[in-house]
């Protein structure tokens, strides 16, 4: 279960310039952060806002429901990758209508994996069929996020989760999982 965490001050700094940066793991933690963000900026007319993002991933269910939050907010949304952005971070990242990625920094997509199998999980095939289903139909979503916003075909994206490698600034804008790279400071955001 989610616990509300107020923000610090460095993120609400950040968000007095409406920036929510996503650092770190994707987790219950991240979540609730990104929630009040949203619902903070909701609550001045939602601004056009920059989303950071540095991550490793982490949780699908978290990751889709940032990636939910970010889709459904109305005002514009501009996200940028700065050193990398993994798994679910890629994922947070189509949630925006503007998809950035800093010159150096690299993306990757990869299929989606179940930290908390245990042998307990494995020696009881009932259960692992729940798990395998699980893991599926997480991986179905996350193919078509990739596919609706790659312009690729769900199959191009399942082959490209397969291997699994980090992609360069170039190679993420060929692939389309960036629209531009940035080669310079990001515009300011500041309130009207």
Known sequence: M?????LDRLHMDLLAKRIIAVEGDIDDRMG????????RLMAVGSP?????????????FVGLAIYDLLRTYSGK????????AKSMGVIILQGCDERL???????????VSQRE??????????????VREELEADQA?????????????????????EVGRDLSSE??????????????????????
């Open 32 to 39: 609730m952060y990104v929630h009040e963000a949203i619902l």
């Open 48 to 60: 056009p806002i920059k989303v950071l993002i540095t991550s490793n991933g982490g949780s699908v």
């Open 77 to 84: 949304s501009t996200g940028c990758i700065f050193g990398f």
């Open 141 to 161: 979503r996350l193919y078509k996020i990739l596919s609706d916003r790659t312009g690729r075909s769900e199959e191009e994206v399942r082959v490209k989760c």
């Open 117 to 130: 199998v245990n042998l307990d999980v494995l020696r009881d095939e009932e259960r692992l069929t729940k």
């Open 171 to 192: 190679e993420a804008l060929e692939f389309g999982l960036i629209d531009k790279i940035v080669h310079t400071t990001l515009p300011a955001s500041s309130p009207d």
């Open 101 to 111: 990625c800093a010159r150096h920094s690299l993306a990757t997509i990869h299929h």
């Open 2 to 6: 989610w616990t509300h965490d107020s």
